[in-house]
């Protein structure tokens, strides 16, 4: 039996382009756009031209998950009809990654036209970490101090994409973190897009669990491709902080991508 990650093994890998689309995502766009900065910045440094397209929109992914087929492909056709180039898609969120790129084709099934389109355009779509792993050959210098990270990586990252592979193999690079592995790693935070909304006391209970677990580790501090997941995580932790009284963060956390832009960047003269 295949398994995601034989499937993300069995990728073929196109050399370094000269040009990419970015694909920045509703929430990196509005909740944390240094994550994108840091995205673009990370790019270039390889000598990448990053194309962003202002007229890109959400990937249709919250109107799939919740079963409007029919909203999800007029959002998902905005895309095929924007990313015109044949250049990568890169993806810095393996939720809206593997939106594109494993549900796009199904959405556009009934349309041959349509559908190989769709097709060609999910062919184009890396997550970030598989784009600096695979295509990029990321190898920087780490200019931090000695630290310790707890990982998290969505359900839709590690089971569409692979992204937990090439997340940890990146973090590895980085001589002077330590990766602190959490107990039952490969669980929800809770927040599964439209499901923390529509049931948040479930969506409480497991993002509680999931904190206690990242804290179980000692990390200093909880890093993760997905917005939405970090987002969650460090919110549940900020308002068991508040609870307590305190006055500092206890759990802080960053998008990888700031992650490792601080940690590999000269510092500012």
């Not at 990728?11 to 694909?23: C, G, N, T």
Request: proline share 5%; net charge negative.
């Amino acid at each position: 039996m295949s398994t995601e990650s034989d499937s993300q093994s069995a990728r073929r890998y196109p050399p370094k382009p000269a040009d990419v689309y970015l694909f920045s995502t509703c929430l990196i766009d509005q909740f944390t756009p240094q994550a994108g900065l840091d995205t673009v910045r990370l790019l270039e440094r390889e000598g990448i031209k990053v194309h962003y397209l202002e007229q890109q929109t959400c990937c249709g992914q919250p109107a799939h998950s919740s079963g409007f087929a029919d909203e999800a492909r007029a959002v998902a056709l905005q895309q095929l009809n924007l990313f015109t180039e044949n250049w990568p898609i890169v993806v810095p969120s393996g939720s809206c990654g593997g939106m594109m790129r494993m549900h796009y084709p199904h959405l556009f099934a009934a349309d041959p036209e349509l559908y190989a389109r769709a097709v060609a355009l999910a062919e184009r779509v890396y997550e970030l970490s598989e784009f600096l792993v695979h295509v990029v050959n990321f190898s920087h210098q780490d200019r931090g101090d000695p630290c310790t990270v707890a990982l998290h990586t969505s359900c839709h990252a590690r089971r569409e994409m692979g992204s937990h592979e090439t997340s940890v193999a990146l973090l590895d690079t980085l001589a002077q973190v330590k990766v602190m592995e959490q107990a039952r790693i490969e669980e929800c935070c809770g927040f599964g897009g439209t499901f923390a909304m529509r049931y948040p006391d479930i969506s409480e209970a497991i993002v509680t669990d999931k904190v206690a677990s990242i804290r179980e580790t000692g990390a200093e501090r909880v890093v993760s491709a997905d917005c939405g997941c970090l987002l969650n995580i460090t919110g549940r932790a900020a308002k068991q902080d508040e609870v307590a009284g305190l006055a500092t963060v206890t759990l802080p956390g960053e998008h990888l991508a700031s992650f490792l832009w601080k940690r590999t960047s000269a510092p500012s003269a």
